[in-house]
């Protein structure tokens, strides 16, 4: 007997991807009776399902964000652990994307499928790094999924920073980020590049990055900015939610400089159309290079591409000889 089409056995529905045989939903957009939630991010694990799989860190980080509402049952799978739901075999695999991001791995009478979900596959000291699991259908996200996005490494991004910092020494640094995942590696990295001064946060970014550092992640002196005088944030580097780097919120900062850290500050017209002075292309989604290596490196047969820049990448698989095809999957933000 052949291995059942992909098409057979997952679905799209109005609820987001389900798998009929294993009866679940992945990342839904509603309340369903069982999630496999791919990451913490708000687009992706939503409040409200009856029963939750997902890794240990995505678990904590629902926990942290939704209270009682992360779900009836939480349960946590370990990185290459499988579980049996139903006829399929499920499981999580590292996507390099934010603490707990995982690809979800599904075999089902001897057809493997892999949902990335969001993924990157640059070095991220806050995360486990992706690891391309063979498939014959690989479900991938396509954020900037247009040759045009191509990001620099992340250390340069760091060192203009870093310079910036040095020579306004009067100015305050408000660099946006955000609250899960960006702001952690941001400061991963300000460390990793030798930068041991205290980083003064926003609340709104302190409760996730307390959890991170429960969990092992070493991030070095962080404060909450609150309460700090205006004097003592001169030559500092504040982070803060996007929505703060605006007025009037900055104008509490001696003579803010303010830097964005996102994948979408490749595109200039963006940063400047939001009042960035400073913009650092750091993602942590795949660039085009990165999604058409990962397509490749799996060695589907089968592409199919959910939110993003669905059709340059649908163009390009479909090129290169793979049956391609978009999932209109609604829900998803392309916001990092
Ligand atoms: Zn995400
Ligand atoms: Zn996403």
Redesign the pocket.
Known sequence: MSAPRPEIWIKTTSAGLYCQPGDFYIDPLRPVPRAVIT?G?G??ARSGNDRVLATTGTIAIMRERYGEAAGGSLQPLAYGETIAAGDVAVRLMPAG??LG?AQVVLEYRGSRVVVS??YKRRSDPTCAPFEPCACDTFITEATFGLPVFRHPPDTQEIDKLLHSVALFPERCHLVGVYAL?KCQRVLALLRRAGYEAPVYLHGALIKLTELYESLGIRLGPVLPLSGVAREALRGRIVMAPPSATADPWSRRLPEPLVAMASGWMRVRQRAKASGVELPLVIS?HADWDELTATIDEVGAEEIWVTHGREEALVHHATKKGYRARALTLTGFEVE?
């Open positions: 990451h991010h687009d992706h994307h934010v991001s979900g969001d995942g942590d990092e």
